[in-house]
């Protein structure tokens, strides 16, 4: 076995966890990323377009004596365990069409080109001998979805706890749980993020505030709801969990004239009047929210005919639970060192993530679409959309929040929507 001041092949190393005999080779290619490998699993020039290609993405076929890459033919897949996969990729020779396997799996079933002899490496290196193969095949594959977890688990490991059902979970409590942590965060006008990249974005796209009846869905504390009375609004607040509390016990201290009601978003035509509101707002909630279309069906109810629905969302693409970050070197805090990584855009299924709070929050998220689809179905026309970036001057200031980061991507989305009801979109 090499020892430790020789660098070792990544994956001989990742295959060694499976295969407890496997070879383990020096790496003597790409010895200073976090993937160093030998030569046996690097790259091999194709025939046909002469480029260099990673081994897991080209085939040899012994009867032509001919490598082909992938990206000259069109490869099919096919899936079966082996190693630590659950599918390889077939590869038809381009001079004789027959298909090859790629080379992983062509040394798994040992038929690569240097173990049947057809080519003698340049470099002295073990080679898999296939006689592994049928024990292999009996043994539990720990790695299914390999590809994501051997990322995840080279920084910070993070995995968001999917559920198939809502059974035993209910967001008014998560956030009842949450609320004593919360308030005394919001009560000041939020953390960073809001502060500086959500709410000023929200307030700019409700435009005026004076003299304009609003209502503020899932107002929380009553962050939102402070502000926009003081500009000279008539407020409305609703929310369903434990954090009104906060927000009526500071409005019976400030009396800035908001109405609070404990009330779920998803029952607000039962409480209000048919277009009897010019604005309402939404801030950090829809993401949150179960039913979100019904809720998006009765603002649009409430509101009057060109009056204006404003709300903010953690970014379905960039965000939690669709997102997730990892820092290689681990622990790194400079943030060229974080990578971050589309998960499963398309993966609805309820979330619980877990913000640092002492309760986990409940979180459904769904693709930008079917927000979209649900305001023009509902009347309600997109004017403005808004994903906040970084400024230079945010940057200077809290470089490890902005800097390459908030300067890259955005966190957040926020949609100004106005309520036409004869509006042609075709
Ligand atoms: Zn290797
Ligand atoms: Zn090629
Ligand atoms: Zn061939």
Redesign the pocket.
């Known amino acids: 076995m090499p020892s430790s001041e020789y660098t070792t092949c990544f994956y001989c190393s990742e295959y060694s966890k499976i295969a407890q005999d496997y070879p383990v080779n020096y790496a003597t290619k790409d010895e200073k990323s976090f993937t160093p490998r030998c030569f046996l699993h690097w790259e091999y020039k194709c025939s046909k377009c002469g480029k260099d290609r990673h081994f897991n993405g080209i085939s040899w076929?012994s009867?032509?004596k001919?490598f082909t890459c992938l990206f000259c033919v069109n490869e099919q897949m096919q899936k079966e365990e082996f190693l630590i996969y659950d599918y390889y990729y077939k590869i038809p020779?381009h001079?004789?069409g027959?298909f090859n396997p790629a080379l992983d799996y062509a040394e798994y079933e040992g038929t690569h080109p240097f173990q049947i002899g057809d080519i003698k490496p340049e470099e002295d290196i073990m080679i898999w001998m296939p006689t592994y193969k049928d024990q292999i095949k009996t043994q539990e594959f720990p790695h299914k979805a390999w590809g994501l977890k051997r990322i995840l688990s080279l920084g910070k490991y993070v995995e968001f706890k999917r559920l198939d059902s809502l059974e035993g979970y209910d967001p008014k409590t998560t956030w009842d749980a949450i609320a004593p942590t919360w308030a005394p965060i919001f009560s000041e006008g939020g953390d960073y993020h809001h502060k500086y990249k959500i709410l000023p974005e929200v307030y700019r796209l409700l435009d005026t505030l004076e003299d304009k009846m609003i209502l503020d869905v899932a107002c929380g504390e009553g962050n939102v709801a402070r502000h926009l009375a003081k500009h000279g609004s008539n407020v409305v607040g609703i929310d369903i969990s434990k954090l009104i509390d906060f927000a009526i016990k500071r409005e019976n201290k400030e009396n800035l004239g908001i109405q609070y009601l404990k009330l779920s978003a998803e029952n607000l035509a039962t409480k209000f009047e048919k277009a009897s509101f010019d604005k309402v707002v939404c801030n950090m909630a829809l993401m949150d929210i179960e039913k979100y279309d019904s809720v998006i069906e009765q603002i649009s109810y409430v509101l009057k005919e060109d009056g204006i629905f404003v709300f903010s969302i953690t970014h379905p693409a960039f965000a939690w639970p669709t997102c997730t970050s990892f820092r290689v070197p681990r622990g790194s805090q400079r943030n060229e060192d974080k990578l971050r990584m589309v998960l499963n855009y398309f993966d609805e299924r309820p979330t619980l993530l877990d913000y640092g709070h002492e309760t986990l929050s409940l979180q459904f998220p769904r693709p930008i679409s079917s927000y979209i689809n649900e305001l023009v179905k509902n009347n309600l026309i997109l004017q403005e959309m808004s994903e906040p970036k970084a400024s230079e001057e945010l940057v200077k200031k809290f470089p490890r929040n902005a800097y390459r980061d908030d300067d890259i991507f955005p966190d957040f989305l926020i949609i100004r929507t106005i309520k036409k009801l004869n509006y042609k979109l075709f």
């Open positions: 076929c009867t032509c001919k020779c001079e004789c027959s």
